[in-house]
């Protein structure tokens, strides 16, 4: 394998699937990799990533797996943040402390509002990094050791946040970052050159070419998770009440139906309604779902879903209780990808002065599960709101993204 021409201290902040996936690829070009787990004692030195067959695609000995945020932080020059939305304001409080100017931090993927929480890392010199999409599906296969990933993309997409002290009107850091044989030369520009810097580091450790998105607000609004996982769950579930249970659920994406293609059609297009009313930035990079997935209609789409190898086999998120199957209301389905990530889309739409019917019909359907379930305190999407980290108006909005 090929040594990357860059060496630096890199943090994973989670052990999932995507965690230990990023893991992998890292220790194998040859970084510092420290996994930043709640459970530490379970993480192998040696990890691994398995194709669908079995077979050993990629490997990596990673330098640490700790617990101790300090250990963990205080001398990254890229910390990767894999955790769900939920878990970002937490992540970006641990995290602040022990970053320093220039330490690139990189939420992935980038939807979902972790942008606002990381604000005073931005504000203290961090380079805010989003990646619009994971390289691939990726599912653990032993904890702490193999992951198997699958469907890798052929191209990636990044933007960046960048504060004063990093976007050129301050011109105190510049130069070298630590250390070894190889020296990582940071850019000494502004913000193009902040975001090929990015794009390069996502580039060298992927092998899969990488480009930058003119702002961040391009990876906040596409149609990701936060949509597909969203409407699929509201037609599905459509006849759920409390003390339903179920004999089985469908696949999520094998037995994908057109009433969720025509629920998910319709919040897409929703989601492009914002971005062409949003003059003042460009987000061009915020395909709709019909252009990424080359599906016209509903029946296409459904077709679509359904055939894509790598998503076919997913189940739905479910407990076993007597009698059968209910939802399984704890799972990042539902607690990351409404409350945050499509509530996220929602609030920017309110600011810009927009209905999107659909949207919020979702969340006022995922809103009645909240008080409905009795098992699991579910987030009430209310909870996340712009006017919590600062931005109160319109221009607000675009300032900050601006």
Known sequence: MKRNIYYMNITIVGGGNIGTQFAVHCAEKGHSVTIFTSNPSRFHKELEIHNSE??????????????????????????????????????????FPYVRKGTVICLTPGSGGGEFFFKPCVDKGCILMGLQRVPSVSRIVEYGHIVCSEGYRDRLFISTIVGRKMSGEDDSFGGNTHTADNIYLFPQGGRSDIDKYCADIIRSIFDI??????VYLNITL???NQILHTSRLRSMLSDYHEGKVYDRLPLFYGEWDESSSELLLNCDEEVQLICRSIGEL????VRSLKEHYGASDVRSMTDKLRSIKSLNNLPTPVKRVDGGVIPDFSSRYFEADFPYGLAVVYEIAKL?????????????????????VKDVKMTSFHEFSLAGCGIH????????YR
Request: with cysteine; proline share 8%.
């Open 54 to 95: 079995g077979r050993v695609i990629h490997k990596g000995t990673i330098k640490a797996a700790v617990s101790d945020p300090e250990a963990a932080f205080s001398d990254a020059d890229i910390i990767f943040v894999t955790m769900p939305a939920f878990c970002m304001e937490d992540n970006a409080k641990r995290i």
């Open 282 to 285: 460009d987000l061009s990079g």
């Open 393 to 400: 108006s319109y221009k607000d909005l675009i300032d900050f």
């Open 209 to 214: 070419p990488c480009e930058p998105l003119p």
């Open 352 to 372: 810009a002065g927009l209905k999107v019917p659909e949207i919020e019909a979702t969340l006022e359907w995922y809103e009645g599960l909240t008080h409905m």
């Open 222 to 224: 596409t149609p990701s």
